[in-house]
C-alpha cells in the first residue's frame, strides 16, 4: 500500500487519533483560516475533546512519558513566575509631524554632520565579551544618545573555519535502486538528478520531475538521492502551505518505500508541519507534537537538541509557554546542550511573554555560553524587547549596534542573500564547539563579524514605529539611514507603511496625511516602473 505521493492530496484530513503507519500529511488539522479546506462538525460537537490547551499539555506529557528515556528522570514542575516584577511601561515621545523625505527636519541634519564625522575619524578598539554583555543594559546611558552609523572600514585577518570533507552530490542512480525498465524512464530519473545537482532548479521543477518518475518512485532511486532530495526540498526561505505538502509528499513515499529517515528529516518534517503558515494555531502544534510521537515511538529515532529547538519554538509562537517550558525540561533532563538557535528562541520567548528582563539574562546567557554574536541576534533582541513594550530599549540596542560596528576594525556587512545567511548561522552555531578551547581564533572570528544593521532590522523597527506607534518622524529617520546604508526598499516596508496609513490615517491633526500617502504611493509606482527587485504588484 502506497502512501498518497502526489500534490494532489489534501491537507485536510481528520484530527489523528490513531498514529501507527499514517502518512504525516494526515498530521495537520484544519487551518480556519483557510478558504479550502473546513473543520469536520463532529469535531466541534465533541463534548470530550476538551481545551484545546488542555489536549496540547496531555498529549505532550503522554508523549514524553512513553518517548524511551529514562525511567529515572521525572518531570518536576515549577509554580513559580518566571514573568518580570519590572514595570513594562516608558513615556511615549511625543508626537512630532514629519516628511518622508533627506529634507525633513534638523534631526537629519544631525545626523547627516555626524555621519561625516564617522567617516573621517573612525575608532579602531577590540571588543571583548564585557562590551557584548553591555549591549542590552538600558540604563547604561541615556536612551536620546544618537549615534553615528558606521563608515565602511578595512578587513583584517579571517580565520579559516574547517569545513567537512566529502561530496554529498548525486552523479548517477547507484545499485540499490531498481533499474529503469524503458529509456523514458532513464531520461525521467536522470532529469530528476540533474535537477537536484542544479542549484538554481526552482523546488517546483525538481517535485515536477519527481513526479514524473515511474510509480512507485522512490524504489528507482539511490539513498544518496534521496537524501539529496529531501534536503533540498526542506532548504526554502520561507515554509508555506505549497512546500509543506511537497515535502511531506515525497516523505510519506519514502516511508512507504521503507527508507529509514535521518533526526535531521524527521526535525524538518516537524518544522514544516508547525511553520507552514504565517500564524501558528493550536492546530499546527497539535501536529508538530504527532510527527515527533511518531519519529520517537514508531521510527525508533531519538529527538537531537535540533528537534527540540523546533519544537520549542512552535509552541512559543503558539503561545503555549507552558507547553515550551515543559520542551525546555525534556531538553535538560536529557542532557541537550542549548545551541545558538535555541538561545536565539529563547531571546524571542521572553520577549512573546512581555518579559524585557528575561530577554536581557536569555542574551547574556548567550554571551556567556561562548556563542557568536552578530546582527541576527542582535535584531532578535530588538524584536523582543519591542513585543516587550520596550521601545526605548530596543532602540537603545539599535544605536549600540551602529556604534559597535563602527568600532570593530574588520567586520564584514550582513549578507543579503537568504542562502547566504543560513549558511553563515549554521557555520556560527559550530564555531562555539570548534573554538571552545581557543579563546583566542574565537575572539578573531567574533571581530569578523558584522554588527551593522541590515534589512531585517530595518523592517523591525519600521515595523513597530509604522504600526504599533505611529510615529512618523522615527519612520522618515530610519528609511534615511537605510538609504545611506545602501539597503534597498524591500516591498514589505511599502506594505507596512500602507498598513501605518490604514492604522492611524484619516485622524484630524495627524501626520499620516493624505499627501504624505499619495507620495509613498507615487514612490511605490516608481520602484514597479523601475521593476526593483523584491516590490511586485500582487
Known amino acids: 500500500m502506497f502512501f498518497l505521493g502526489t500534490l494532489t492530496r489534501s491537507s485536510s484530513c481528520p484530527i489523528v487519533t490513531k498514529i501507527g503507519s499514517r502518512p504525516l500529511l494526515s498530521y495537520l488539522h484544519t487551518p480556519a483560516r483557510s478558504r479550502e479546506l473546513r473543520v469536520s462538525p463532529s ?24 518517548a524511551g528515556s529514562c525511567k529515572s528522570h521525572a518531570f518536576q514542575f515549577s509554580t513559580a513566575s518566571s514573568s518580570s516584577m519590572c514595570p513594562k511601561t516608558f513615556h511615549r515621545a511625543r508626537r512630532r509631524a514629519a516628511r518622508i523625505g533627506a529634507k525633513d527636519g534638523r534631526d537629519l541634519h544631525v545626523h547627516a554632520t555626524a555621519l561625516q564625522r564617522a567617516q573621517s575619524s573612525a575608532p579602531q578598539v ?13 540604563y547604561q546611558e ?26 554529498d552530490t548525486p552523479s548517477s542512480v547507484a545499485d540499490d535502486a531498481w533499474p529503469a525498465l524503458n529509456e523514458e524512464d532513464t531520461f525521467a530519473i536522470e532529469s530528476l538528478i540533474s535537477a537536484i ?40 526561505e520561507r515554509k508555506t ?15 512507504a518505500a521503507g527508507v529509514p529517515l535521518t533526526s535531521g528529516e524527521w526535525s524538518s518534517a516537524i518544522a514544516f508541519a508547525g511553520r507552514c503558515f504565517v500564524k501558528i494555531s493550536a492546530a499546527e502544534v497539535e501536529s508538530a507534537l504527532h ?23 512552535i509552541a512559543a509562537k503558539a503561545g503555549k509557554y507552558v507547553l515550551a517550558q515543559m520542551i525546555l525540561k525534556e531538553m535538560e533532563k536529557r542532557k541537550l546542550l542549548l545551541s545558538r538557535f535555541a538561545h536565539v528562541g529563547i531571546i524571542y520567548y521572553h520577549g512573546l511573554r512581555g518579559d524585557g528582563d528575561g530577554v536581557r539574562k536569555a542574551y547574556r546567557d548567550l554571551v556567556e555560553a561562548g556563542e557568536i554574536v ?10 523582543a524587547l519591542a513585543l516587550a513594550g520596550e521601545a526605548p530599549a530596543a532602540d537603545q540596542v539599535y544605536e549600540r549596534m551602529k556604534r559597535m560596528h563602527a568600532m570593530k576594525s574588520g567586520a564584514k556587512l550582513p549578507a543579503l542573500d537568504w542562502k ?5 548561522g549554521k557555520l556560527l552555531a559550530r564555531a562555539a564547539r570548534w573554538f571552545k578551547d581557543d579563546p583566542e581564533k574565537r575572539q578573531r572570528l567574533q571581530s569578523e563579524q558584522s554588527m551593522a544593521p541590515n534589512l531585517r532590522t530595518y523592517k523591525i523597527l519600521v515595523g513597530h514605529y509604522a504600526v504599533r506607534v505611529g510615529e512618523l518622524d522615527r519612520v522618515a529617520v530610519l528609511l534615511n539611514e537605510m538609504q545611506f546604508l545602501g539597503i534597498a526598499l524591500h516591498g514589505s516596508i511599502f506594505l507596512t507603511l500602507l498598513k501605518g496609513f490604514s492604522i492611524h490615517g484619516g485622524i484630524r491633526y495627524t501626520s499620516w496625511s493624505k499627501a504624505r500617502l499619495e507620495g509613498v504611493w507615487s514612490s511605490f509606482q516608481q520602484a514597479l516602473d523601475l521593476q526593483v527587485e523584491h516590490v511586485v504588484m500582487g
Open 43 to 66: 469535531s466541534r460537537s465533541d463534548p470530550h475533546r476538551g481545551t484545546r490547551s488542555q489536549q496540547m499539555e496531555n498529549l505532550f506529557i503522554n508523549a514524553l512519558v512513553r
Open 126 to 138: 577590540e571588543v571583548t565579551r564585557d562590551d557584548y554583555m553591555n549591549l542590552v543594559d538600558y
Open 142 to 167: 541615556p536612551y536620546n544618545a544618537v549615534v553615528p552609523l558606521p563608515p565602511q572600514l578595512p578587513a583584517t585577518e579571517h580565520v579559516v573555519l574547517p569545513v567537512d570533507e566529502g561530496n
Open 197 to 236: 545537482n542544479d542549484e538554481t532548479s526552482p523546488h517546483e521543477t525538481i517535485y515536477e520531475r519527481y513526479e514524473a518518475l515511474p510509480l512507485p518512485r522512490i524504489p528507482y532511486l539511490s539513498k544518496d538521492v534521496i537524501r539529496k532530495l529531501l534536503h533540498r526540498l526542506s532548504v526554502v
Open 241 to 255: 502551505e505549497p512546500s509543506m505538502i511537497r515535502f511531506l509528499s515525497v516523505i510519506d513515499d519514502v516511508k
Open 291 to 313: 510527527i515527533w510521537r511518531e519519529m520517537e515511538h514508531e521510527a525508533g529515532v531519538q529527538g537531537t537538541h535540533v528537534t527540540f529547538n523546533i519544537l520549542f519554538d
Open 374 to 383: 552578530d546582527t541576527l541576534v542582535m535584531n532578535c533582541v530588538i524584536a
Open 420 to 424: 547566504g545567511s543560513r549558511e553563515l
